[in-house]
């Protein structure tokens, strides 16, 4: 195969295609990894790249196929460890792809994330979202026309939006089992904000649980709260305050449920001895407490690989919008393990 001599003018994509013996298609592909390429196809591309010095020109490639080579990441809250562990994928995942990410962070502010949709919209190819408006309607304006949109967590029942969550229904019925068997009588529920299709169906499908256990939903006691350790806090404090008999806590996420249980160690109410508390998400700081937090665990990197890799899908190859539900498992640590004596 003949190699142009240096100096003769920029080594294009098609050369490296040319050497590397595969279509300019599959060659753009295994350099930037928007659609998944034999592992034999993508050395001899990165290798024939390297040999000629292949550089991509990013401001061509963009005018070439209409593409920016970036997406917007719009969340709610970074500090929050389970979704900070997402984007800490998602970013590895984008660099690795050739996709520069845009982050916004909305500080739960509805308004804010709408009007960040909108300039997104004219400087990214898609956007990954962390919403906190999951109940917008098709024709809300916060969702530019023909912007690829992937809801991650929080679920969408719209047309055209993708998106990748929990079963948190399933999640929040094993918390109710759990309790039960572990002694409960009394329950609360920590529940989160009610915008918010997480804490809607967690709710649910813990009241739905305690159901099937046969307890009455009267003895089900709920206070909202939001997503955070001193949500977690002044919420448990309400609610022990109103119904001091409570003995058994479902939180819908670890960072209420990590604020409670520090709460209860200030007001003298001893975990698990006192009160049973079970938190959704298994955070890193959850096996980190003492007593170890029960926790219903999310697989947050294959959700956030699950996202990204259906965003570059639709960006590149036009793919189709689906959503695709993970399952949780229950991992029973010491805030739900009462010791008996004989």
Known sequence: ????????GPVTLRDVAERAQVSIATASNALTGARRVGP?????VRRSAAELGYRPNGVARSL????????????????NPFWAGMVGVIEGLADESGFQLSLVNTAFDAGREAASLTRLAGSVDGVLLFSTNPRATASDPAFPHGLPIVAVDEGFDLPGIGGVHSDNVGGGRAAAEHLVEAGGTVFGLLAGPGTLTTATQRGAGFSAGLSDRGIDPSRLHRVTAPYSFEGGREGVRRMLAQHPEIDALFACTDNQAIGALFECHDLGRVVP???????????????RITPGLTTLRQDAAAMARSAFEQLVDRVANGGAPRVEVFPVNLVRRGSTRRVTTV
């Open 64 to 79: 070439r196929t209409g593409l920016h080579q970036s997406i917007g990441l719009v969340i709610p809250d970074v500090t």
């Open 40 to 44: 034999g196809a993508i050395e001899r």
């Open 1 to 8: 195969m003949k190699i142009e001599p240096a100096g003769s």
């Open 273 to 287: 001895d006192d009160l049973l508390i079970c938190g959704f998400d298994d955070i890193s700081w959850a096996s």
